[in-house]
């Protein structure tokens, strides 16, 4: 019948594959779900991020997780200039539901056209010095390629929590997503703290980059996968819940992956997705949603 | 020398066509409490929301004298006018719910010169209102509506304002609130020497610490007193609030 070992090994490298998914969810979170920009092109921007860090990694051998590291604060920068072309053009006269929807699905084709363009449709990927390894504890099997790009994700998301709560910046893009105009209140221009935050979810775009590069070949289109997976999360967490969008995450990983050795892997979306809508419908606001307003 | 600390001079503003202050004069002498009185609908929080750039007044100016300085704030940003040392506590209070008391008090603390004083500014909080420091790290939407407004008393404080706008602070708190929170901000008026404008319908209580008060009625001053005791003698005021 069922082998302990083979469900344990399922939960543990869903935990894994939910570290991934994590990271790539909580840029989304915080700009969908704390700053209401429903920026559909964020796993496009991963992609994107991914394509130039293989590109850097396979001219100067540097680790994609470190290559990460240092792109995403051009990343971030890109991130505060797009989210001032957002405002301006959408945001500002109240034009974001729809028109804002569809700048950032027509950035989303955008960036995946120019890749197809100037890379080809080709898969992309980089070598890595511990991707063929794997740590075992006991009967568990811990493959490098993905316990390193976790404990980077961990980490990542770690110093996100501590800079929300401990720096003026932080707590300002915390309350930011509560009541954006009464910032103006304390001398604070909620603008400024939005196109901050924007660049924060722009660069964890990025951070989440390296990591994907490292777990699997990403082509054009690899953000495809990941879009319905990660708005399903952090609408699974609660919108603007960021502790509940790493619990949602690691909670999707371990229910797909043990759908997929108990069933087959064709069964893993249809299992999590299931899981969203019965979720959704005894809690609308999500797992860690409060009750918004 | 006593001068004008803010001085509000022909004021018209509105929301889209509809005017709702006709010509607003004020002025609020440095070191004193002006209450701003009237009942709802009479243009009182329009007019904080004019002095502070949230509503942008048509004709009229907005003067303030900070530091030995004379500003004008007409026409410039909330933040800009915050920044200067004109701080609000607004309507409704508009704290942020699912932060804690001392997130939502340090946030107050954004400019920069506040911002070297936080840990001084605190204690004059926790002292204010001893109940803050026991509750400092419960989220401030958990709280009853008097603690939630000594929140944001607490916050505009922690902005080491010159000039404190106060907009209803009795609004929706039981009346031992009511009167423990305008002493209050009598009492801190004293200690820190701080210019008050408050905007306020409990007439009774709002007289008990004003220095001055202004009726507005209809969106026009109807009545200016230079005393606490002549606003209690006037007849519009009798009219509008007593009943007799």
Sequence with gaps: ?293 | MAYDALVVRDLDAGYGAVRVLHGVSLRVPEGQIVALLGTNGNGKSTLMKAILGLVKPTRGTVRARLDGREVDLTGRATEEIVDLGVVLVPEGRRLFRDLTVEENLVLGAWRACARREISGNLRLCFETFPRLGERRRQRVGSMSGGEQQMVAIGRALMSMPRILLVDEPSVGLAPIMVKQTIETIGALKAKLGLTVLMAEQNFTQAIRIADRGSVLVHGSIAFEGETAESLGDNHLVRQFYLGT
């Design chain 1, 1 to 293: 019948m069922l082998d302990p070992v083979l469900i344990v090994n399922a939960i543990v490298s869903g935990l894994l594959l939910g570290c991934l998914y994590a990271i790539a969810s909580m840029g989304l979170a915080v700009s969908f779900g704390m700053l209401d920009v429903v920026n559909i092109a964020h796993p496009a921007m991963m992609v994107l991020a991914s394509f130039v860090i293989a590109g850097l990694c396979s001219q100067s051998g540097l680790d994609p997780l470190l290559t990460a590291l240092l792109v995403a604060p051009a990343f971030g920068f890109l991130g505060v200039g797009l989210y001032r072309v957002y405002h301006h053009f959408f945001e500002q006269s109240g034009d974001e539901a729809m028109q804002g929807l569809a700048f950032f699905f027509g950035l989303m084709i955008l960036i995946e056209v120019s890749l197809v363009l100037i890379y080809g449709a080709d898969q992309r990927w980089v070598e890595t010095s511990y991707g063929g390894h794997t740590l075992s504890l006991g009967p568990v099997d811990l493959p490098l390629r993905m316990l390193l790009p976790a404990m980077m994700s961990l980490a990542c998301i770690g110093a996100l929590f501590v800079w929300l709560r401990r720096s003026f910046t932080g707590r300002a893009v915390a309350a930011v997503a509560q009541d954006r105009d009464a910032l103006r209140f304390l001398a604070i221009n909620p603008i400024r703290i939005k196109a901050v935050a924007f660049g924060i979810s722009v660069a964890l775009a990025a951070i989440a980059a390296g990591c994907l590069i490292v777990v699997q070949p990403v082509d054009a289109h690899s953000g495809h996968v990941f879009i319905g997976r990660i708005l399903a999360i952090v609408i699974l967490a609660g919108l603007g819940s960021l502790p509940g969008t790493l619990v949602a995450a690691l909670l999707f990983g371990v229910i797909e992956n043990l759908a997929a050795t108990l069933w087959g892997p064709a069964w893993s979306p249809a299992v999590a997705f299931g899981l969203l809508l019965a979720v959704l419908t005894v809690r609308p606001q999500g797992i860690f949603g409060g009750a918004h307003t």
